[in-house]
T-cell receptor, first 114, second 112 residues
Framework: GAVVSQHPSWVICKSGTSVKIECRSLDFQATTMFWYRQFPKQSLMLMATSNEGSKATYEQGVEKDKFLINHASLTLSTLTVTSAHPEDSSFYIC??????????FGPGTRLTVT | QKEVEQNSGPLSVPEGAIASLNCTYSDRGSQSFFWYRQYSGKSPELIMSIYSNGDKEDGRFTAQLNKASQYVSLLIRDSQPSDSATYLCAVSVNTGFQKLVFGTGTRLLVSP
């Protein structure tokens, strides 16, 4: 399977600040990456699909101006949570697909907003 | 109506037994089905994928798919305490990006 990394693995920030999360595919070039969010004891919810060189496609109910996604290269996609609030505290996970049907998950980033 | 449904459990089985996990889905156009294992506090890990009706075996794991019944299952033979985790069923949605919809997961507990 594909190797995907995320940075940071966890972050604590104050309410109102912005946080950037990086997702990297380490062993292949990913034209498409996916960003998920998982609240405690809940399942994963797709937030957006990140496409290299073009605008991300956001799921219904996800504020694109709050969750900024940039997929500037074939190995890096970033998610910036702007003006974070405590309700944004969650586990953020990126995935990528190698060209087959399987999606491989990064290790996730746990965000806590105080 | 939820698109992917799983029993939340917990499903408790003794070590060495067969654990049977089930999942139903609503989109008849779905073509790809996946089982992920998620340990507490960790990211999901892909353990099985299945695309056609029937059974697919990989080691102690067997995935079963019945598209007519919109049902997919995962069997874990010779269950081990290390198999204790939440198992997520994921189904592809028939869109250009083949995005996945996840069930809420079934928590499996394997007792020694």
């Amino acid at each position: 399977g594909a190797v995907v990394s995320q940075h940071p693995s966890w972050v604590i920030c104050k309410s109102g600040t912005s946080v950037k999360i990086e997702c990297r595919s380490l062993d292949f070039q990913a034209t498409t990456m996916f960003w998920y969010r998982q609240f405690p004891k809940q399942s994963l919810m797709l937030m957006a699909t990140s496409n290299e060189g073009s605008k991300a496609t956001y799921e219904q109910g996800v504020e694109k101006d709050k969750f900024l996604i940039n997929h500037a290269s074939l190995t890096l996609s970033t998610l910036t949570v702007t003006s974070a609030h405590p309700e944004d505290s969650s586990f953020y996970i990126c995935t990528t697909r190698t060209g087959g049907r399987e999606q491989y998950f990064g290790p996730g980033t746990r965000l806590t907003v105080t | 109506q939820k698109e992917v449904e799983q029993n939340s459990g917990p499903l408790s089985v003794p070590e060495g037994a067969i654990a049977s996990l089930n999942c139903t889905y609503s989109d008849r156009g779905s073509q790809s089905f996946f089982w992920y294992r998620q340990y507490s506090g960790k990211s999901p890990e892909l353990i099985m994928s299945i695309y056609s009706n029937g059974d697919k075996e990989d080691g102690r794991f067997t995935a079963q798919l019945n598209k007519a019944s919109q049902y997919v299952s995962l069997l874990i033979r010779d269950s081990q305490p290390s198999d204790s985790a939440t198992y997520l069923c994921a189904v592809s949605v028939n869109t250009g990006f083949q995005k996945l919809v996840f069930g809420t997961g079934t928590r499996l507990l394997v007792s020694p």
